[in-house]
Protein backbone atom coordinates (compact mmCIF):
# COMPACT_ATOMS: atom_id res chain seq x y z
CA UNK A 1 0.00 0.00 0.00
CA UNK A 2 1.62 3.23 -0.75
CA UNK A 3 1.51 5.89 2.39
CA UNK A 4 1.15 8.91 2.97
CA UNK A 5 1.71 12.01 5.03
CA UNK A 6 -1.09 14.96 4.65
CA UNK A 7 -0.93 18.38 6.47
CA UNK A 8 -4.20 19.80 8.49
CA UNK A 9 -4.09 23.20 8.69
CA UNK A 10 -5.83 25.16 11.41
CA UNK A 11 -7.74 27.52 10.45
CA UNK A 12 -9.26 31.74 12.14
CA UNK A 13 -12.25 33.59 11.54
CA UNK A 14 -10.84 37.06 10.32
CA UNK A 15 -14.79 37.53 10.59
CA UNK A 16 -18.24 35.48 11.78
CA UNK A 17 -21.64 36.90 12.08
CA UNK A 18 -24.13 34.25 13.64
CA UNK A 19 -27.33 35.29 11.74
CA UNK A 20 -29.88 33.42 13.24
CA UNK A 21 -31.05 29.63 13.55
CA UNK A 22 -32.81 27.45 11.37
CA UNK A 23 -35.64 25.34 11.82
CA UNK A 24 -33.42 22.29 11.64
CA UNK A 25 -31.70 23.84 14.88
CA UNK A 26 -28.28 24.70 13.19
CA UNK A 27 -27.39 28.07 12.87
CA UNK A 28 -27.00 30.70 10.17
CA UNK A 29 -23.69 32.45 9.49
CA UNK A 30 -21.47 34.68 7.78
CA UNK A 31 -17.50 34.35 7.70
CA UNK A 32 -14.45 34.79 6.39
CA UNK A 33 -12.46 31.92 7.12
CA UNK A 34 -8.66 31.18 6.17
CA UNK A 35 -6.48 28.53 7.10
CA UNK A 36 -3.16 28.42 8.40
CA UNK A 37 0.39 27.54 8.13
CA UNK A 38 0.26 26.10 11.89
CA UNK A 39 -1.63 22.72 12.24
CA UNK A 40 -1.41 18.58 12.43
CA UNK A 41 0.08 16.51 10.54
CA UNK A 42 -1.86 13.28 9.75
CA UNK A 43 0.03 9.85 8.53
CA UNK A 44 -1.79 7.24 6.32
CA UNK A 45 -0.12 3.61 6.76
CA UNK A 46 -0.82 -0.07 5.86
CA UNK A 47 -3.31 -0.86 9.15
CA UNK A 48 -2.21 -4.62 10.76
CA UNK A 49 -6.02 -5.98 10.71
CA UNK A 50 -9.13 -5.17 8.65
CA UNK A 51 -10.21 -2.06 10.01
CA UNK A 52 -9.36 1.28 10.05
CA UNK A 53 -7.80 2.63 13.50
CA UNK A 54 -6.31 5.85 14.72
CA UNK A 55 -3.62 6.90 17.03
CA UNK A 56 -3.26 10.11 19.01
CA UNK A 57 -0.62 11.33 21.93
CA UNK A 58 -2.49 13.98 22.49
CA UNK A 59 -4.55 13.44 25.89
CA UNK A 60 -8.15 14.11 25.56
CA UNK A 61 -8.54 12.85 21.52
CA UNK A 62 -10.61 10.25 20.90
CA UNK A 63 -9.44 7.26 19.01
CA UNK A 64 -12.21 5.55 18.76
CA UNK A 65 -15.26 5.92 16.42
CA UNK A 66 -16.17 9.59 17.81
CA UNK A 67 -13.30 10.92 15.80
CA UNK A 68 -13.85 13.10 12.49
CA UNK A 69 -10.78 10.85 10.97
CA UNK A 70 -12.57 7.79 11.18
CA UNK A 71 -16.00 8.85 10.52
CA UNK A 72 -14.46 10.41 7.65
CA UNK A 73 -12.93 7.48 6.54
CA UNK A 74 -16.25 5.46 6.59
CA UNK A 75 -18.30 7.68 5.09
CA UNK A 76 -15.80 7.44 2.65
CA UNK A 77 -15.75 3.85 2.04
CA UNK A 78 -19.87 4.04 2.06
CA UNK A 79 -19.74 6.65 -0.80
CA UNK A 80 -17.74 3.78 -2.82
CA UNK A 81 -14.31 4.68 -1.87
CA UNK A 82 -11.68 1.77 -2.14
CA UNK A 83 -8.54 1.63 -0.24
CA UNK A 84 -6.88 -1.08 1.56
CA UNK A 85 -7.20 -0.50 5.53
CA UNK A 86 -5.64 2.06 6.91
CA UNK A 87 -4.05 2.89 10.02
CA UNK A 88 -4.49 6.64 10.98
CA UNK A 89 -1.53 8.20 13.20
CA UNK A 90 -2.69 11.84 13.81
CA UNK A 91 0.66 14.38 15.15
CA UNK A 92 -1.39 16.81 16.59
CA UNK A 93 -0.74 20.89 17.29
CA UNK A 94 -4.73 22.17 17.65
CA UNK A 95 -5.77 21.57 20.86
CA UNK A 96 -9.36 20.59 20.95
CA UNK A 97 -12.37 23.29 21.76
CA UNK A 98 -9.92 26.01 20.38
CA UNK A 99 -12.45 27.50 17.93
CA UNK A 100 -9.31 26.63 14.96
CA UNK A 101 -11.16 24.33 13.63
CA UNK A 102 -8.80 21.09 14.38
CA UNK A 103 -11.54 18.20 14.29
CA UNK A 104 -12.97 19.21 10.94
CA UNK A 105 -9.80 19.87 9.46
CA UNK A 106 -8.16 16.33 10.04
CA UNK A 107 -11.43 15.08 9.06
CA UNK A 108 -10.56 16.00 5.59
CA UNK A 109 -7.04 15.26 5.80
CA UNK A 110 -8.05 11.64 5.95
CA UNK A 111 -10.27 12.35 3.31
CA UNK A 112 -7.35 14.01 0.89
CA UNK A 113 -4.93 10.77 2.29
CA UNK A 114 -7.77 8.41 0.97
CA UNK A 115 -8.01 10.04 -1.90
CA UNK A 116 -4.10 9.29 -3.03
CA UNK A 117 -3.57 5.84 -2.14
CA UNK A 118 -6.78 5.16 -3.48
CA UNK A 119 -7.29 2.09 -5.73
CA UNK A 120 -10.62 3.76 -6.56
CA UNK A 121 -11.35 7.10 -5.56
CA UNK A 122 -14.50 9.03 -5.39
CA UNK A 123 -15.31 12.17 -7.96
CA UNK A 124 -14.75 15.95 -6.49
CA UNK A 125 -18.25 16.29 -5.93
CA UNK A 126 -18.97 13.26 -3.72
CA UNK A 127 -15.86 14.31 -1.94
CA UNK A 128 -17.38 18.03 -1.19
CA UNK A 129 -20.79 16.34 -0.08
CA UNK A 130 -19.06 13.78 2.38
CA UNK A 131 -17.19 17.10 3.43
CA UNK A 132 -20.32 18.99 4.17
CA UNK A 133 -21.98 16.24 5.69
CA UNK A 134 -19.01 15.53 8.17
CA UNK A 135 -19.06 18.84 9.84
CA UNK A 136 -19.50 22.95 9.75
CA UNK A 137 -16.14 23.44 9.10
CA UNK A 138 -15.36 20.64 7.11
CA UNK A 139 -16.48 22.06 3.39
CA UNK A 140 -13.23 25.30 3.85
CA UNK A 141 -10.69 22.62 4.24
CA UNK A 142 -11.06 21.23 0.70
CA UNK A 143 -9.79 24.74 0.01
CA UNK A 144 -6.24 26.00 0.06
CA UNK A 145 -7.12 29.88 1.00
CA UNK A 146 -8.91 32.35 2.36
CA UNK A 147 -13.08 31.71 1.94
CA UNK A 148 -16.14 33.12 2.48
CA UNK A 149 -18.64 30.67 4.21
CA UNK A 150 -22.76 30.80 4.71
CA UNK A 151 -24.95 28.81 5.15
CA UNK A 152 -24.58 26.53 8.36
CA UNK A 153 -21.06 26.28 6.92
CA UNK A 154 -21.17 24.37 3.89
CA UNK A 155 -21.73 26.55 1.50
CA UNK A 156 -18.08 28.25 0.25
CA UNK A 157 -17.25 30.86 -2.13
CA UNK A 158 -13.40 31.37 -2.24
CA UNK A 159 -12.19 34.93 -1.18
CA UNK A 160 -11.02 37.28 -4.31
CA UNK A 161 -7.66 37.26 -5.03
CA UNK A 162 -6.63 40.56 -4.06
CA UNK A 163 -8.64 40.85 -0.88
CA UNK A 164 -6.48 37.14 -0.35
CA UNK A 165 -3.03 38.67 -0.81
CA UNK A 166 -4.22 41.32 1.43
CA UNK A 167 -4.55 39.14 4.21
CA UNK A 168 -1.68 36.82 3.30
CA UNK A 169 1.19 39.44 3.91
CA UNK A 170 0.14 39.79 7.33
CA UNK A 171 1.70 37.34 10.54
CA UNK A 172 -0.81 36.51 13.19
CA UNK A 173 -0.31 35.84 17.06
CA UNK A 174 -2.64 32.66 17.89
CA UNK A 175 -2.79 31.92 21.88
CA UNK A 176 -4.98 29.28 23.29
CA UNK A 177 -4.75 29.53 27.00
CA UNK A 178 -5.35 25.58 28.96
CA UNK A 179 -9.41 25.82 29.00
CA UNK A 180 -11.16 25.20 26.11
CA UNK A 181 -15.20 26.50 24.97
CA UNK A 182 -17.40 24.29 24.03
CA UNK A 183 -19.32 24.81 20.63
CA UNK A 184 -22.23 23.50 22.24
CA UNK A 185 -22.73 25.80 24.70
CA UNK A 186 -21.43 29.19 22.76
CA UNK A 187 -24.24 28.32 20.56
CA UNK A 188 -26.59 27.85 23.68
CA UNK A 189 -25.91 31.20 25.10
CA UNK A 190 -26.09 33.00 21.54
CA UNK A 191 -29.64 31.32 20.85
CA UNK A 192 -30.77 32.11 24.67
CA UNK A 193 -30.12 36.06 24.11
CA UNK A 194 -31.87 36.19 20.52
CA UNK A 195 -32.39 38.26 18.08
CA UNK A 196 -30.40 40.81 20.19
CA UNK A 197 -26.95 38.46 20.26
CA UNK A 198 -27.99 37.65 16.09
CA UNK A 199 -26.13 40.09 13.21
CA UNK A 200 -28.63 41.12 10.56
CA UNK A 201 -27.63 38.79 7.33
CA UNK A 202 -27.70 41.97 5.79
CA UNK A 203 -25.18 43.73 7.60
CA UNK A 204 -22.63 41.15 7.68
CA UNK A 205 -22.87 40.55 4.11
CA UNK A 206 -22.72 44.66 3.86
CA UNK A 207 -19.48 44.53 6.20
CA UNK A 208 -18.05 41.63 4.36
CA UNK A 209 -18.66 43.12 0.81
CA UNK A 210 -17.05 46.88 1.92
CA UNK A 211 -13.57 44.83 3.22
CA UNK A 212 -13.04 42.89 -0.05
CA UNK A 213 -13.98 45.86 -2.52
CA UNK A 214 -11.65 48.35 -0.16
CA UNK A 215 -8.39 48.68 0.60
CA UNK A 216 -8.59 48.06 4.49
CA UNK A 217 -6.34 46.95 6.62
CA UNK A 218 -6.77 42.77 7.61
CA UNK A 219 -7.58 43.82 11.35
CA UNK A 220 -10.74 46.27 9.61
CA UNK A 221 -12.27 42.90 9.10
CA UNK A 222 -12.21 41.62 12.59
CA UNK A 223 -16.06 41.03 14.07
CA UNK A 224 -17.08 37.85 16.06
CA UNK A 225 -20.34 36.98 17.12
CA UNK A 226 -19.44 34.84 19.96
CA UNK A 227 -17.21 37.51 21.88
CA UNK A 228 -19.76 38.70 23.80
CA UNK A 229 -20.58 35.20 25.51
CA UNK A 230 -17.34 34.16 25.72
CA UNK A 231 -15.80 37.24 27.27
CA UNK A 232 -18.63 37.57 29.52
CA UNK A 233 -17.86 34.22 30.75
CA UNK A 234 -14.05 33.84 30.62
CA UNK A 235 -13.20 37.75 31.87
CA UNK A 236 -9.45 36.73 31.92
CA UNK A 237 -10.00 37.56 27.87
CA UNK A 238 -11.08 40.95 28.30
CA UNK A 239 -8.25 41.58 30.98
CA UNK A 240 -5.58 40.46 28.83
CA UNK A 241 -6.74 42.02 25.34
CA UNK A 242 -6.67 45.19 26.91
CA UNK A 243 -3.14 44.57 28.17
CA UNK A 244 -2.15 43.28 24.71
CA UNK A 245 -3.53 47.08 23.14
CA UNK A 246 -2.22 49.12 25.63
CA UNK A 247 1.32 47.26 25.71
CA UNK A 248 1.89 46.62 22.45
CA UNK A 249 -0.83 47.94 19.63
CA UNK A 250 -2.50 45.12 18.79
CA UNK A 251 -6.22 43.80 19.17
CA UNK A 252 -7.13 40.29 20.60
CA UNK A 253 -10.00 38.80 18.61
CA UNK A 254 -11.54 35.66 19.10
CA UNK A 255 -11.56 32.73 16.74
CA UNK A 256 -14.70 30.28 16.37
CA UNK A 257 -16.44 29.64 19.40
CA UNK A 258 -12.78 29.83 21.06
CA UNK A 259 -11.25 29.41 23.38
CA UNK A 260 -7.99 30.34 20.87
CA UNK A 261 -8.00 34.42 20.17
CA UNK A 262 -5.41 35.68 17.34
CA UNK A 263 -4.08 39.58 16.90
CA UNK A 264 -2.84 40.84 13.64
CA UNK A 265 1.13 41.64 14.73
CA UNK A 266 2.33 45.19 13.46
CA UNK A 267 6.13 45.62 11.87
CA UNK A 268 7.17 46.96 15.22
CA UNK A 269 5.66 43.99 17.35
CA UNK A 270 8.82 42.81 19.95
CA UNK A 271 7.86 39.41 19.47
CA UNK A 272 9.82 38.15 22.40
CA UNK A 273 8.09 40.95 24.94
CA UNK A 274 4.73 39.58 23.94
CA UNK A 275 5.51 36.40 24.24
CA UNK A 276 6.66 37.35 27.98
CA UNK A 277 3.52 39.12 28.60
CA UNK A 278 1.57 36.13 27.62
CA UNK A 279 3.20 33.66 29.83
CA UNK A 280 2.91 35.86 32.69
CA UNK A 281 -0.75 36.52 31.97
CA UNK A 282 -2.08 33.02 31.24
CA UNK A 283 1.18 30.97 32.29
CA UNK A 284 3.63 28.33 30.42
CA UNK A 285 1.03 25.47 29.48
CA UNK A 286 -0.83 28.17 27.01
CA UNK A 287 -0.58 27.35 23.26
CA UNK A 288 1.62 30.69 21.02
CA UNK A 289 2.13 30.59 17.86
CA UNK A 290 3.56 33.27 15.15
CA UNK A 291 1.77 31.99 12.35
CA UNK A 292 0.29 33.07 8.99
CA UNK A 293 -2.67 32.42 6.34
CA UNK A 294 -2.01 30.33 4.02
CA UNK A 295 -2.52 31.09 0.27
CA UNK A 296 -1.62 30.03 -2.91
CA UNK A 297 1.71 31.64 -2.58
CA UNK A 298 2.59 30.79 0.96
CA UNK A 299 1.05 27.22 1.29
CA UNK A 300 0.12 25.95 4.75
CA UNK A 301 3.35 24.43 6.02
CA UNK A 302 5.78 26.58 8.45
Known amino acids: MQTCSVFSPAKVNLFLAVTGRRADGFHELVSVAAPLRFGDTLRLEQAAGEDDTLECAM ?53 RGLQQIATRPVAAEVLAGIA ?35 LGEGELLLVRPTVGVETAWAYGKLAAGAPDSYLAAEEAEARVAAWVAGNGANDALSFNSFEAVVFGKFVAFPVLGRRLADRHGIALR ?17 WDALVADLRDALGDSCLIERTGLATASKPPRD
Not at 84 to 97: A, D, G, S, W, Y
Open 254 to 270: LSGSGSACFAWLKAETH
Open 132 to 166: AGLGSDCAMFLHDGPVIMRGRGERIESLLKAAAAR
Open 59 to 111: PGVPTDAKNLVLRAAQAWRAAGGEAPPVRFVLEKRVPPQSGLGGGSSNAVAAL
